[in-house]
């Protein structure tokens, strides 16, 4: 078989991950360790312990020897502050939680560009602001960035995805002044390096997993960007949409664009700019109405020949951001048929015109036109919903590499091979 070239790892909030690629991009080992419990998600020592469990039992059934390098992702947003010996101080804030101190959210607002991703009441550089402040001379860290230090790296070090959030500016590829004008404190941030870029040696790091000294770590990247990068999508104009809880699009752009009030904003990643949006719409609207165990039965009796011209704009409760930016915007899901299967219908014709729409928000604010969709999330496995899809998007319908975060970070990893 093939040998391992290089690793990926993804710590999510199910755990840790990590796949082993050859030189042609083949998986060649894959290995999980899931968090025991919810409360492991936002315990430093716990994403370390599960990573290196993750890493172990890769090695044990992969030969790891051969592998050239290694990198992280982790979820986009969530940050710690270490001390100089790279020990977490003050606790972790997660992607998710908001920000302790409000008055933080506004400076930024105050100070900062108004399309920037670090704006907003979910702000990552709020939150890491809060903890930098917490004690003098600590360094502030994204999750994927304190692994990468565990794994052996010297100085603490970011990658452009993981930054953005935190306020870094991809145009002059530096931590712009007003971040410090917003309070935080100047030196406390890591360098950022390109997703991908060789950082330093894994060293007698490795060992332990069966990596060689020589193993290089790369800069990582975060969760969505990996997640994107392992469907093998990657030409401009090729996108990805996530059929999950919500409705996720990405596509790849040969330049970024931004615009704050759909939330939108483009990732630099490998040799293109990733943008996306987000809609409120999704699963979990299937699942709140209908209930997941009837989602199969009905399938079976949808009609795509015979729309149902019911215009639903299915949300569990008011307020979209995109590809509509209204805060107040109703949820149509009326009037509701008497047979089931209708219902259903009408919620994936409703779900299919927000995905659509969707495209052409972003193509209207200067993004490529779409070339290919692929498919991620529960919704995925609906075939009768992708050909609703697929017709009303009008291009190819391409099958998912992958659906495993590490499998996209290997391939930055991949990338940057010397030859
Ligand atoms: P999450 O975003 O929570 O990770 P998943 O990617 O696991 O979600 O997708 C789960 C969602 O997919 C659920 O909301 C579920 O209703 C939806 N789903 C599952 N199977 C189908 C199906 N056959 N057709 C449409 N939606 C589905």
């Known amino acids: 078989s093939e040998s391992a070239v290089a690793v990926g790892i993804d710590l999510g909030t199910s755990g840790a991950r990590a796949a082993a690629v050859s030189a042609k991009g083949d998986v060649v080992g894959f290995a999980a360790a899931p968090f025991a419990s919810p409360s492991e998600m936002a315990n430093p020592a ?3 312990h599960r990573v290196s469990e993750c890493l172990t039992a890769l090695g044990a059934a992969t030969s790891l020897s051969g592998v050239e390098g290694l ?18 101080q003050g606790g972790v804030l997660m992607y998710n939680d908001p920000c302790p101190d409000a008055g933080i959210i506004d400076r930024i607002a105050s100070v900062s560009p108004p399309d920037s991703p670090a704006r907003g009441a979910n702000s990552g550089l709020a939150r890491a602001i809060h903890l930098s402040g917490l004690a003098p001379g600590l360094t502030l860290l994204h999750q994927a960035d304190w692994i990468a230090l565990k794994l ?15 306020g870094y500016d991809l145009a002059t590829e530096r931590w712009p002044d007003w971040i410090f004008d917003a309070g935080m404190p100047v030196g406390h941030l890591p360098q950022v390096r390109r997703a991908g870029d060789p950082l330093g040696k894994i060293g007698a790091f490795g060992v332990p997993f069966g990596l060689p000294e020589t193993c290089r770590i ?35 752009s040969n330049h970024p664009v931004n615009a704050a009030e759909y939330g939108i904003y483009a990732h630099r990643v490998l040799g293109f700019w990733l943008v996306g949006g987000a809609s409120n719409t999704g699963g979990a609207v299937l699942r709140a109405l209908i209930g997941d165990e009837r989602l199969q039965e009905l399938t079976a009796q949808l009609d795509p020949d015979r729309p149902t011209g019911l215009d639903y704009y299915p949300l569990l409760k008011p307020g979209e951001r995109f590809p509509v930016n209204d805060p107040a915007h109703q949820p149509r899901l ?9 219902f259903f219908q009408a919620m994936l014709e409703g779900m299919t015109a927000i995905e659509s729409l969707g495209y052409e928000r972003l193509r209207s604010l200067g993004a490529p036109t779409l070339q290919s969709v692929r498919t991620v999330g529960g ?17 190819d319908f391409l099958p998912a590499r992958s659906v495993e975060a590490a499998v996209g970070t290997a391939s930055l990893v991949l990338a940057r091979r010397s030859a």
């Open 46 to 48: 716990a994403w370390w």
């Open 334 to 342: 009326t009037p509701r048929p008497a047979d089931d299967a209708v």
């Open 71 to 88: 990198a992280v992702d982790a979820t986009s947003g969530t940050v710690l502050a270490v001390d100089e010996r790279g020990e977490p």
């Open 152 to 166: 052996g790296l010297e100085t603490p070090m970011t990658d452009e995805n993981n930054a953005l959030k935190t």
């Open 218 to 252: 790369h800069a990582g990247t975060t969760d969505g960007c990996a997640s994107f990068l392992a469907t093998g999508a990657g030409r401009i104009g090729d996108a990805v949409t996530a059929l999950g809880s919500t409705m996720v699009l990405k596509l790849a």
């Open 379 to 395: 919704g995925a496995r609906n075939p009768i919903w992708s050909r609703m899809r697929q017709r009303a998007l009008g291009v």
